[in-house]
């Protein structure tokens, strides 16, 4: 019955008042807070999804960057990075290295509509730094272990930058994470065996949309990992503090592939198992305390996710093979708004969100 009273605003004076005359002043209070919520969640619901590029020269984009002065670069397969100026409305594409086209250009991050990074995931691992609009490309960074595989890339504010890989045996044949260190992205350092965390048997990062890692707004870099085991590690000075994650793990297609925090203490991680991409299970939980504890929301978003961002404090989108889902209460309550992507972020100016994979989109929110 309440549902069908709240069809409508043009019977809101009416509903009220019958609400409080034949239910009493108590329980139709109670109603009446249930309502204004009700009617103020629907007021925040209006969203427009729409298909900006087609077809992008990169077929499988994975990495996805605003800027201050409202660009937006793409990276992904066919060895392309994109970028575009007006809302993704018209792109251009480059070709850091022109002699691989083949190159997968999984993370990559924009300091501005001039200056971006773009690295290559696997043997030889490469960065490339253009300053320039991508006219011209500069290879900062390669190397040439055996299994190396850089799974994310991100900056601080103040232009220090981290990119994270999968484990590789130390001096010792303990397993570590890959941890590179640059500032600005014009040169880059390996970090010494001690400054990387080790990893268990089978964990590893997911390079699905360059959200694995990302810096704290305190500038502390922070990243989560899946396969047999799924944690969320902080760097504390030249160590990393880890929690474990109650989000589904054990195998290699499981854990968490993004983390997203709005300010220093709530936090968002998303995942799934993508070879099952449609399992609902164990597949978002939220933080109030920095990361130390999760909690499950009330309504699980509809299946592996492999992206999620911070519209506001209340709005966030997530996204992966099995659909976009979209939550207006802080990630408590998920409904599907439409096919799934890659990669989201939140344009920097907080008007739009963006959305690649084999197509990019953008999101409009009221």
Known sequence: MLAGLLSGTAHKRYTLQWLLSAAGDRIGLLLLVLLTNMLSLSAQSKYQVSIVCSKPEAASIRALATTTDSAIWVSGTNGKVGRSLNDGNTWEWFMPDPNCDSCDFRSLHAFNRNKAVAIRIGQPAKAYLTQDGGKTWTNTLSIDTAGIFIDGLAFSKSGEGFAIGDPLPDANGTPRFVMLQTSHGSQWQSLPDAARPIAATG???????????????????????GGTKSAIYKRKGNNWNAYTLPVIQGESGTGAFSVAFRDQQNGIVVGGNYKQDTLRYRNCFITTDGGKSWKAPHTAPSGYKSGVTWLNKNTLVATGTSGTDISFNGGLDWQKIGKGFNVVTCAIYKKKIFLAGKDIAVITIE
Do not use: R
């Open 203 to 225: 964990e590893a990062i997911f390079a699905a949309s360059n959200t694995s890692l990302i810096i704290l707004p305190d500038g502390t870099p922070c990243f989560v990992t």
